[in-house]
């Protein structure tokens, strides 16, 4: 059986189309209610971590140093969906968010 995915691209500093990823899109839910759905197992051996600096607002450059890619930027508002709404805003420098491990990721894609 084939796999389907859908890739959606949304800034959330759109300017034609403000908070865009929290409108509704499909079915009333939004973009991060569909990102939400994707389940990531709460692993105790997830690493805590602080965002540095050269990581602020930038999930994209962080999951290509973790992961050697940077297609898993969602995974880090996605595991800690209980501290942060907006996957680039609230990826800052200074807050403690868990990593999953490599192996974890591959169970869910």
Not at 4 to 30: C, E, H, M, W
Not at 31 to 58: A, C, S, V
Not at 63 to 72: D, I, V, W
Request: net charge positive; glycine share 6%.
């Amino acid at each position: 059986m084939k796999k389907i995915g859908i890739i959606i691209q949304a800034r959330v500093g759109s300017t034609r189309l403000p908070n865009k990823v929290n409108l509704p899109f499909y079915k009333n839910d939004t973009i991060l209610d569909i990102m939400k759905k994707r389940f990531i197992y709460k692993d105790p051996y997830d690493t805590e971590y602080t965002i540095p600096g050269k990581f602020d607002e930038r999930p994209d450059l962080c999951s290509y140093e973790m992961y050697g890619t940077a297609k898993y930027w969602w995974v880090f508002a996605h595991r800690n969906s209980d501290i942060m709404i907006d996957p680039i805003r609230d990826f800052s420098a200074g807050t403690t968010i868990k990593i999953p491990s490599k192996d974890n990721i591959g169970k869910m894609v």
